[in-house]
């Protein structure tokens, strides 16, 4: 929802900077880099953004402000016992991170050696469109265009709750390894990104590379569905 707003609303910024505080405070602690995002994306210099810059700035940190003052009469969804401090222990969480994204890439695959090789190349196929996608085609659009700004706001979306995942784990006392409801926006962002790309890239490629796609496509889908 946020990311719609984003696109197709960027002068709305009370309503992205009210979903990504509610979801912050009220939902999930790993979301806890969605107000930057929100605040970052009302700074950014649309073309429809026009004037008054600062103004946006300031209604997408109100709700924040407002979230965390109410969390003090109703609660929120973050650990009591957790205290502001140096944690650590980045490289575990990126370790398990990195285990779960596999998990999505490579299912019902268990031989290490046949894993790691699905992994990577899946990775840097889909890195590849992504990145061909935005080069080719997107980066040449009008600047006001929708194709551009989505993609601007699903790498400034992904950036921030990467970075917030990230100081969570560093910053704050008694936060748990990343779990699959962590990362799966992450996954599900880089999901709509390889799916955007495709279809953009998609009328341009040749029959083979088209071929090619659908016998990737299979058989990751029939690997997911044997699981």
């Given amino acids: ?8 609303a960027p002068r709305w910024s009370l309503a992205y900077g ?5 979801t912050a405070v009220f939902l999930a602690p790993s979301a806890v880099g969605l107000p930057v995002v ?4 009302a700074a950014w ?4 953004n026009g004037r008054g810059r600062p103004g946006r700035v300031l209604l997408a940190l109100l709700p924040l402000l407002a979230a965390v003052l109410l969390a003090r009469v109703v609660g929120d969804a973050w650990p009591a016992d957790g205290g502001l401090g140096w944690a650590g222990g980045l490289d575990r969480s990126l370790r398990a991170a990195r285990t779960i994204v596999g998990d999505q890439l490579a299912p019902g695959i268990s031989s290490p ?6 992994i990577a190349d899946l990775a840097l196929i889909l890195i590849a469109v992504i990145a061909m996608a935005w080069w080719r085609i997107a980066r040449r659009q009008p600047v006001a265009a929708a194709l ?11 950036l921030g709750l990467a970075v917030g995942l ?6 704050v006392l008694g936060t748990p390894e990343p779990d699959l409801a962590a990362v799966f926006p992450l996954a599900m962002l880089g999901t709509l990104a390889a799916i955007v790309s495709l279809a953009v890239w998609w009328p341009r490629w040749p029959r083979w590379g088209k071929a090619v796609a659908l016998l990737l496509a299979g058989g990751w889908l029939q690997a997911a569905l044997r699981t």
């Fill in 1 to 8: 929802g946020m990311l719609v707003v984003m696109v197709h």
């Fill in 18 to 22: 009210g979903l990504a505080a509610a």
């Fill in 38 to 41: 929100a605040i970052a994306w």
């Fill in 45 to 48: 210099p649309h073309p429809t």
């Fill in 113 to 118: 050696p046949v894993r790691v090789f699905v």
């Fill in 148 to 158: 551009r700004r989505w993609y601007a706001a699903s790498g400034t979306l992904a």
């Fill in 166 to 171: 990230a100081a969570r784990r560093l910053l």
